[in-house]
């Protein structure tokens, strides 16, 4: 399984940034910052939305993986518990369906708004 490939040169994007960066003012480059936490918060919630569709769709078994958490970790690089992590908030940020197909809410609606709007971020420690 191939991991994740970027079509364009990373190099050739942060050296942009990095001298962008470096003719910030203190404040811009903290509200910089926060801007991109912010990003990446929302990003996330993205991943786990299309990481639960991917689990429904059994995307890991029709590429050999035993488990959409072993796929992941292939996938993304990403270690055991980071891929564990995910593949379980995925299901639990997201409506879903009862064996009458009714849909019934999330489990962890919070953690869904929060994470959808940029104040909360997953974590892996137990």
Do not use: F
């Amino acid at each position: 399984m191939a991991p994740l490939t970027d079509t364009q040169d990373p190099n050739v994007e942060m050296m942009s940034s990095r001298s962008s960066a470096v003719s910030c003012s203190d404040a811009e480059l903290i509200a910089r910052i926060q801007r991109c936490e912010q990003t990446m918060r929302v990003a996330m919630m993205e991943q786990l939305q299309v990481i639960a569709e991917a689990d429904r769709r059994g995307l890991h078994a029709d590429r050999g993986a035993r488990s959409m958490q072993v796929w992941l970790r292939e996938l993304l690089n990403i270690d055991h518990r980071d891929a564990k992590t995910r593949v379980k908030v995925a299901h639990n940020v997201e409506d879903r369906a009862s064996l009458y197909g009714e849909t019934m809410p999330a489990e962890l609606p919070e953690t869904a708004a929060a994470l959808s709007e940029g104040r909360s971020v997953l974590s892996t420690r137990a």
